[in-house]
C-alpha cells in the first residue's frame, strides 16, 4: 500500500510569485484535502477535493486553488504570494469525502521571501 | 475564532512516568475527536480517536477520556517511553453540508520523554 507522497520537499519564492504543489494520495483514496501548517501551529484546512470538485473551503483567499485529476492526485495553487504563505502545505487523503479519518503526507515547506 | 484550545503547549516526562494532554472545544456539534501525532518532518498521523457516546477510549498506552458535558476531552500516555517524544494535536470534526469533512486542529503539545 503506497502512502500519501508529496512534492517537492522544500520550495523558496519570492513575495508576487505563483508556486504549484502537488500530491499524490494514498491507493484506494478518492479525497484528497489540503491544510496550511504555520511554525508552531496546528493545521489550518484550506479545501477538500472529491471526484475532481471543490467540496468543501475553510477560510482562505481565492488566490488559494486546486485541483484534483481522475486518478486522485492532487495540486495546490497559490497565485501572488505573500510572506505570511511561509508554512508546512500538508495534503491528506481519506476514503471517501465524509470519512474522518485522514492520512497525511510528510507536506512541502514553503518559504517566500 | 479558536474552536479547539489545547494545553500544555510543551511537556516534559520522565521515562515510565504519565503523559496528559487536554483539549476543550466549544463547537457541540463536532462528533468525532482524534489525537495526532506528529514527529518533526513528518506530516500528523492518527495516533486514536473517539466519539461523543463514550467516555473513554483505550488503545495499547494511549487512553482518550471524554467529558461531553464539560466539552473537554484528553489523552493519556502511559509508562511514556523517549520514542514517544513528538508534537501531539487534538482535533475535532463534523461532517459538514455538501458531505465534506473538516478537521479543527488544536495548537498542538510539544511531548519530550527524557530517560
Known amino acids: 500500500e503506497t502512502g500519501v507522497t508529496q512534492s517537492p520537499t522544500h520550495l523558496i519564492k519570492t513575495r508576487g510569485q505563483q508556486v504549484t504543489l502537488r500530491c499524490s494520495s494514498q491507493s484506494g483514496h478518492n479525497t484528497v484535502s489540503w491544510y496550511q501548517q504555520a511554525l508552531g501551529q496546528g493545521p489550518q484546512f484550506i479545501f477538500q477535493y472529491y471526484r475532481e470538485e471543490e467540496n468543501g473551503r475553510g477560510n482562505f483567499p481565492p488566490r488559494f486553488s486546486g485541483l484534483q485529476f481522475p486518478n486522485y492526485s492532487s495540486e495546490l495553487n497559490v497565485n501572488a504570494l505573500e510572506l505570511d504563505d511561509s508554512a508546512l502545505y500538508l495534503c491528506?487523503?481519506?476514503?471517501?469525502?465524509?470519512?474522518?479519518?485522514?492520512?497525511f503526507g510528510s507536506g512541502t515547506q514553503l518559504s517566500v521571501l | 475564532q479558536q474552536q479547539v484550545k489545547q494545553s500544555p503547549q510543551s511537556l516534559i516526562v520522565q521515562k515510565g512516568g504519565i503523559s496528559i494532554i487536554n483539549c476543550a472545544y466549544e463547537n457541540t456539534a463536532f462528533d468525532y475527536f482524534p489525537w495526532y501525532q506528529q514527529f518533526p518532518g513528518k506530516g500528523p498521523a492518527l495516533l486514536i480517536a473517539i466519539r461523543p457516546d463514550v467516555s473513554e477510549k483505550k488503545e495499547g498506552r494511549f487512553t482518550i477520556s471524554f467529558n461531553k458535558s464539560a466539552k473537554q476531552f484528553s489523552l493519556h500516555i502511559m509508562d511514556s517511553q523517549p520514542g514517544d517524544s513528538a508534537t501531539y494535536f487534538c482535533a475535532a470534526s463534523r461532517a459538514r453540508s455538501g458531505g465534506y469533512q473538516k478537521v479543527t486542529f488544536g495548537t498542538g503539545t510539544k511531548l519530550q520523554v527524557i530517560p
Open positions: 491528506a487523503s481519506s476514503e471517501g469525502a465524509s470519512n474522518e479519518k485522514l492520512f
